[in-house]
């Protein structure tokens, strides 16, 4: 008979975050088969161009600073510090930095069709493929602020 081995925790914390002056991160800093835990800082802009997950439920989660919210009718949400956002597979968005400083979220997500990550299923309005790395997401250059970081 097999022994079960149980499942242990995983503990992250943002401290390690370098600050920008420029560009974004994006930073898994945890991750199951089901659920990924992401760190993003944006010195300015954010994801630029409407688009959605179709098979995966995520969330952000406004750390510092301030993050504008678009749907797919121009409708906006101005998310402050300690406020955050569910997103559906299949809803469109787009969000970026409105306010003063780095934009600091965490980002939870959850694939809902159960199978593997894959990646591939972020498509733009018109149903075309949009990966993250896409020119209209303007992710230009990472420049960290050199020994400042986040909470630390």
């Not at 749907?71 to 003063?100: M, N, R």
């Amino acid at each position: 008979m097999a022994t079960k081995v149980a499942p242990k925790a995983q503990f992250f914390d943002l401290k390690a975050q370098e600050l920008l002056s420029e560009g974004r991160t994006t930073d898994v800093i945890a991750h199951t088969d089901a659920l990924t835990v992401t760190a993003k800082l944006y010195a300015e802009g954010g994801e630029n161009a409407l688009h959605t997950h179709t098979k995966q439920d995520h969330g952000f989660f406004v750390v510092s600073g301030e993050a504008t919210f678009f749907d797919e009718h121009g409708q906006t949400t101005v998310l402050g510090p300690y406020q955050g956002i569910l997103l559906p597979a299949g809803c469109y968005y787009w969000f970026q930095s409105t306010g003063e400083g780095n934009l600091v979220m965490l980002r939870f997500a959850g694939e809902t069709d159960g199978g593997p990550k894959t990646g591939d299923d972020r498509i733009d309005y018109a149903g075309q493929p949009f990966p993250g790395d896409h020119p209209g997401n303007k992710r230009g250059n990472r420049v960290p602020i050199p020994g400042v970081f986040f909470g630390g």
